[in-house]
């Protein structure tokens, strides 16, 4: 039986579960032009693209929206524009790094950060916008009003507050068991507090999706720059996505095992092999449009543990 390409996978991969464009473009600016500075003409976006089926027509629109909510900003010179990310997305850009990127080594201190959000204190929109933003950094809602997370930091909930003019309209506290006091085990609230059902499953379909690629790649001699880039879009992309509804729980309140640490070997074993060809293929695109664009940063290198 002849085995599939890596070219033959792609295809398929795009025929049947095809990113929509605007959050494709999400993906690239994250994974490919951020580390290059974070600005992109739109001539060479349109190159790095148009291996997805995306159409310039779609771009535009997809851009345009982004810039609307706050994600880009346009820039011109004379007939040309380019695209770069809004300062104040950087650091949502920083957080969504952290997650896709680093090791699963969160621990827990026996501690929870909880919100409190006091009948009255903030308009309807406002509350809306931050039970949103808040569920996306994987706090869950214990009671009304009441939202909590066994590992996160101050940093995100202080860049919340500012970007919705918000501070000090929020009580934003430290809960640790009561000594003495005959309690639930605080590590009840994980389990209360969400169901991991669609996130083991997520993990688990990423992996049955991307696991014959890295066969397919461990086998064949070599990919094109350009196959190495649509690969590693689509892997950051379909992971990204699974990691959307993960409220990256410390490893002491998650299932054993658990899927996302197989999830995560897989995703760094695919991104090593396609990261140098892939960075070709960016280059050429940028460079295509602006001589002096900028080639990756250190940090890019520090990605998955460290690239080769």
């Known amino acids: 039986m002849k085995l599939m390409t890596s070219t033959e996978w792609i295809a398929r991969f795009l025929a049947t579960d095809p990113p929509r464009s605007k959050s494709l473009v999400m993906t690239i600016f994250g994974d490919a032009i951020a580390p290059h500075g974070g600005t992109v003409w739109l001539g060479s976006l349109i190159e790095l693209m148009a291996p997805f089926g995306v159409?310039?027509?779609l771009l535009r629109t997809s851009v345009f929206r982004l810039a609307q909510e706050g994600w880009l900003v346009a820039n011109r010179d004379g007939r040309?524009?380019?695209?770069?990310?809004?300062?104040q997305a950087l650091p949502r850009f920083e957080r969504a790094n952290r997650r896709i990127y680093a090791p699963l080594t969160a621990h827990w201190d026996g501690s929870w950060t909880m919100v409190l959000a006091a009948?009255?204190?903030?308009?309807?929109?406002?509350?809306?916008t931050l039970r949103k933003e808040l569920a996306w950094e994987g706090y869950a809602q214990i009671a009304p009003g009441i939202f909590g997370h066994p590992a996160a930091g101050a940093d995100v909930i202080e860049e919340l507050l500012v970007r919705h003019n918000a501070r000090g309209k929020l009580l934003v506290c430290r809960a640790a068991e009561l000594a003495g006091v005959s309690t639930r085990p605080l590590r009840e609230l994980a389990a209360e507090g969400w169901d991991l059902s669609v996130v083991v499953d997520g993990y688990h379909g990423f992996m049955a999706q991307f696991r014959p690629?890295?066969?397919?790649?461990?086998?064949e001699a070599q990919l094109t720059a350009e196959e190495a880039f649509v690969i590693?879009?689509?892997?950051i992309h379909a992971y990204r996505r699974v990691q959307l509804h993960d409220p990256m729980l410390p490893v002491e309140l998650l299932p054993d095992p658990w899927p996302g640490?197989?999830?995560?070997?897989?995703?760094?074993?695919?991104?090593?092999?396609?990261?140098?060809?892939?960075?070709?293929?960016?280059?050429?695109?940028?460079?295509?449009?602006?001589?002096?664009?900028?080639?990756?940063?250190?940090?890019f290198y520090q990605r998955f543990g460290g690239l080769a």
């Open 55 to 57: 159409n310039d027509r």
């Open 80 to 87: 040309r524009s380019s695209y770069s990310l809004l300062p």
């Open 119 to 128: 009948s009255g204190t903030l308009d309807a929109p406002t509350r809306a």
């Open 213 to 219: 690629l890295l066969a397919l790649l461990e086998q």
């Open 232 to 235: 590693r879009s689509l892997l």
């Open 261 to 299: 640490v197989d999830a995560y070997a897989l995703a760094r074993a695919i991104y090593r092999r396609t990261q140098a060809a892939a960075e070709q293929h960016i280059m050429a695109a940028l460079t295509r449009e602006d001589a002096n664009a900028p080639r990756a940063d250190a940090a």
